[in-house]
């Protein structure tokens, strides 16, 4: 990789801007086949973080294929990622990234926006095969209260 840094922001803008279009096969095709995504949010009230999600590629894979499926709020979804950090390790090809992500939703009978969600996306990038792949994210929501969500990942 000739510039690993602009590969791998460009990765994390990707996933986003894929789920946004609701193009779950180029999502997924931007996750290395070892991948792992775990959704987590810290309860005061337990003093300790919740999982909300925990699934490899296929679950992942096999979740998305059901989204049609589902009864959901079909309002649509913008993913605002903002790459603070990549720590790039030079021998074992991966870099951990870290990100803010806002989330904002647009009710399709209006057309109102509001800010659905913060966290911080905690990702592990694989470039041994000489292109970036999600090896793995960890979405640390900050918003617990979400309402009528949505199937599609973070």
């Known amino acids: ?35 792992r995504y775990r959704i987590v949010a810290y309860s005061p009230e337990l003093r300790k973080d919740m999982v909300w999600q925990d699934v490899d590629r296929e679950a992942m894979h096999h979740h998305l294929d059901l989204v049609p499926k589902h009864v959901r709020d ?17 021998g074992s090809k991966q870099a951990r990234v870290l990100s803010g992500l ?3 939703k647009t009710k399709l009978d209006g057309g109102e926006t509001h800010l659905y969600a913060v966290c911080r996306l905690h990702d592990v990038v694989d470039c041994s095969n000489g292109e970036a792949q999600l090896l793995s994210r ?17």
Do not use: W
């Not at 079909?74 to 030079?90: G, H």
């Not at 960890?138 to 973070?154: A, E, K, N, S, Y």
């Open 1 to 35: 990789m000739k510039n690993p840094d602009k590969e791998i922001s460009q990765l994390v803008y990707n996933s986003c801007l894929k789920l946004d279009e609701l193009d779950f096969d180029g999502y997924l095709s931007l996750c290395s086949p070892r991948y």
């Open 74 to 90: 079909l309002s649509t979804f913008a993913r605002f990622p903002t790459v603070y950090s990549i720590d790039y390790d030079e």
């Open 138 to 154: 960890d979405v640390h929501l900050q918003t617990r209260q979400l309402g009528t969500g949505t199937q599609i990942p973070f």
């Open 102 to 104: 806002q989330v904002f």
